[in-house]
């Protein structure tokens, strides 16, 4: 009989307690090892013993101390406190200070500057490439705050993080930004509700949502898609680059109460488009409507296109379109 059938000596520990290597624990935990590595040197965060020739292995209250030091990090703790806490006591409450959130100045991995603890955290899980830390605070962020406070003072400070690092990195972090904007716009998916819209507002067209043609650039509206979901607003969402030959057949078909045409650059902005979108009419002679017009994005901060109005943040948005059909947002 081999050796890996034999029963288990009663007297030999399992392989759930036996040390792991760094490479191992790094997997495990998926962090890189020199995260490991700096985080015992900056923080003591090491392994009890080693092993002969100095090879670190990692017994089960070392790897306790970290999965600790992992989950306040992903919460947006600083990590000097986070190892102070989880050095204190693994797997227990992290008390008062581990648990603040609101603003913070403490140092973290991307320029984020004055921002909210949520926003070090999805940092920092970002960075790791961590998908279930991202997913599930992006998830308590919404939750917690609604779309617009989620989007404006959560997602946006980090997005942009991550796009100021990239910059200045030479290409480096492109992964951790694909990562992060793809969990983003699951999270803004996952709020929309399936429901049809509310009983309560009166019948009228719904709400579309596009790109201007050329333009990928598609989480504001789908933040924006969102934030009306959460109110029972109908909405309909195109999505990036909708070419303009589509943009007026679709205004016609649904007949629309607004249209809303985001482009993030001057260079994609349509401004023969945005005029004849805002110039169509449907219905019987003497009974005909055309939609009113929302231009979203600093795309259009040129000439001004008659009859369309242009918010300056989510919210904004939010407000001039919901104000439409005449439901006003509750403050959160």
Partial sequence: MSESSADPDPGHPSAAHMPLTTG???????????????WERRYGIGPAVRAEGRHRRWAPGDVA?????CRLTSSGVPPAEAARVAKGAAGSDPGPAARTHGSSRAAGTLPLGDVRQECRGLARAAVRLDAPAVERQLADAVGQYGVVVAWQ??????????????????????????????????????????SGPRSDIPPAGPVMLACVPGEQHTLPI????AALGELGLPTRMFGAAVPAEALTAAVRRLGPA??????QARS????????HIAD????????????ALVLAGPG??????????????LQDAVEIVAGTYGVHRAGR
């Fill in 268 to 275: 994609t902005a349509n401004l023969p488009l945005a005029r």
């Fill in 258 to 263: 607004v249209v809303v045409l985001w482009a």
């Fill in 24 to 38: 191992a624990l790094a997997r495990r935990l998926g962090v890189a090892p020199t995260t490991l590595r700096s």
């Fill in 153 to 194: 003072e959560v997602m946006v400070p980090t997005l942009h993080a991550v796009g100021r690092k990239w910059a200045s990195s030479g290409d480096r972090y492109v992964e951790v930004e694909h990562l992060l904007s793809w969990h983003v716009s699951t999270a803004l998916r996952r709020r929309t509700p399936p």
């Fill in 222 to 225: 789908e933040a924006l898609n």
């Fill in 280 to 291: 169509t009419r449907w219905g019987v002679k003497g009974a005909r409507r055309q939609p």
């Fill in 65 to 69: 101390v970290l999965e600790e030091m």
């Fill in 300 to 313: 259009w901060s040129g000439p001004p296109v008659r009859g369309a109005v242009r918010p300056v943040s």
